[in-house]
């Protein structure tokens, strides 16, 4: 039974990824809880590219709002505005708030239902198997992990990945983008450096780059990096707390800069740090116990801080089910021991432990 009232303050939550789904499921039985989400369900991002070679690995990355959110109210439609009292959404409604917490990460088309997207995968897997080659273009996370899952899983395939910068993986140094260049060279995984591809002149198989080379693939996945969820508050309030990059300034204590009551957490901060889930979740503890705090008429000198990591941060990036290269504070190094901390599962059991929801998916509930 819902404990929720209104001598509950009103916390809105806007996006439900990695960062505001947790900061719902933490605050929900002390607050009032309302998450907007364009989605009925949270997804592990970093389990994506398994689930395209292993489409029922997505029963268990891909998790229900009502799973962990048993005493929130969910929206399932985008945030388009805000004021300082209320959220507007795209489907006309109007949410009061009396704390907000901004977790809109990155923009993405997704099915708006858990099934659809269950659907989605089957799809990409059909759309693999039946291809003899692909090409992949961008070396980023997504493009390298990918490359990995379909080289180990699908060694016959020929791969070819194309990227517009100088090396892979720039977001990490330079040794982890070597071991990963020469993991995938090794599997014989085509890597074009420096070149872009024009999807729109692609015929009959050939893709061109734009150093004029001809690609041959019978299909293609685009992983380039994804825009910021942040346009939709270009003409409100905060238009003026976007840095130029588009992300939202915090202080110390998460609060976008000058604001009393709205928060921020997660990939769209200013925080000068790699965008990592692993943050995003420390970034929702401190700030459900700042919420919590203030909710309480807490002194605001003892509101917590967040301090982020120093010195090299820690990344790792799966390479198939099995290796991994990893960037940690002092050394970098790449195989299977990096590969048992993140390729088995990819961190899918740890993070369904954060959010509550037990080990295995609930049964089937979409019709
Ligand atoms: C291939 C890959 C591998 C990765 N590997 C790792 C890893 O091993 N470990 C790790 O810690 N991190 C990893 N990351 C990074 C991690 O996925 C992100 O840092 C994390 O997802 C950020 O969380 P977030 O909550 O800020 O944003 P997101 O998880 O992007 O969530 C944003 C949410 O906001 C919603 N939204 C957007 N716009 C609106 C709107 N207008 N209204 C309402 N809702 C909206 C979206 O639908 C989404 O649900 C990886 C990323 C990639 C791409």
Redesign the pocket.
């Known amino acids: 039974m819902s404990t929720q009232g209104h001598d509950k303050k009103r916390v809105v939550i806007?996006?439900?990824?990695?960062?505001?789904?947790l900061v719902a499921k933490t605050l929900q039985f002390g607050a009032d809880v309302t998450l907007?989400?364009?989605?009925d369900f949270?997804?592990?991002?970093?389990a994506?590219?398994r689930a395209m070679v292993e489409p029922s690995f997505a029963e268990k990355s891909v998790i229900n709002h009502t799973d962990y959110l048993t005493n929130g109210r969910l929206v399932i439609?985008?945030?388009?505005s805000i004021t300082d009292f209320d959220v507007f959404?795209s489907d006309g409604q109007q949410i009061p708030y009396d704390y907000l917490v901004v977790?809109?990460?990155?923009?993405?088309e997704?099915p708006r239902t858990r099934d659809g997207r269950l659907k989605q995968y089957v799809a990409e897997n059909e759309k693999i198997k039946a291809a003899n080659s692909i090409l992949i273009v961008g070396g980023?996370?997504?493009g390298?992990?990918?490359a990995g899952e379909i080289a180990v899983d699908f060694p016959k395939k020929k791969l070819t990945l194309v990227h517009r910068g100088a090396r892979l993986l720039e977001f990490v140094n330079t040794k982890a983008s070597t071991r990963a260049l020469d993991w995938l060279t090794a599997k014989k995984v085509e890597v074009i450096l420096e070149q872009t591809v024009d999807l729109s002149s692609a015929s009959d198989g050939t893709y061109k780059t734009s150093n004029g080379e001809s690609i041959a693939a019978d299909c293609h996945f685009l992983?380039i990096g994804?825009p910021l969820?942040s346009s939709?508050l270009g003409e409100t309030v905060l238009k003026d707390s976007l840095d130029s990059r588009g992300r939202l300034m915090v202080d110390e204590h998460l609060r976008v800069k000058g604001r009393k009551n709205i928060f921020a957490?997660?990939?769209?901060?200013d925080i000068p740090e790699i965008?990592?889930?692993?943050?995003?979740?420390v970034?929702?503890q401190v700030t459900a116990k700042n919420i919590n705090l203030l909710m309480s008429g807490g002194d605001e000198s003892k509101l917590a801080s967040y301090k982020p990591p120093k010195g090299q941060p820690i990344?790792?990036?799966?390479l198939g089910r099995k290796e991994a290269v990893a960037q940690f504070p002092f050394m970098t190094i790449s195989g299977c021991i990096p590969g048992m901390i993140?390729s088995r599962d990819?961190?899918v059991g740890k993070t369904r432990k954060t959010m509550g929801v037990g080990s295995k998916p609930r049964a089937k509930t979409e019709k």
């Open positions: 806007v996006g439900g990824g990695i960062g505001g789904g907007i989400d364009p989605k949270y997804e592990i991002p970093w994506n590219l439609s985008h945030a388009t959404t977790a809109t990460g990155h923009e993405e997704f980023g996370p997504t390298v992990e990918l992983c994804k969820g939709w957490v997660g990939d769209i901060t965008k990592q889930g692993y943050l995003a979740q970034h929702s990344a790792l990036v799966s993140k990819l961190f």
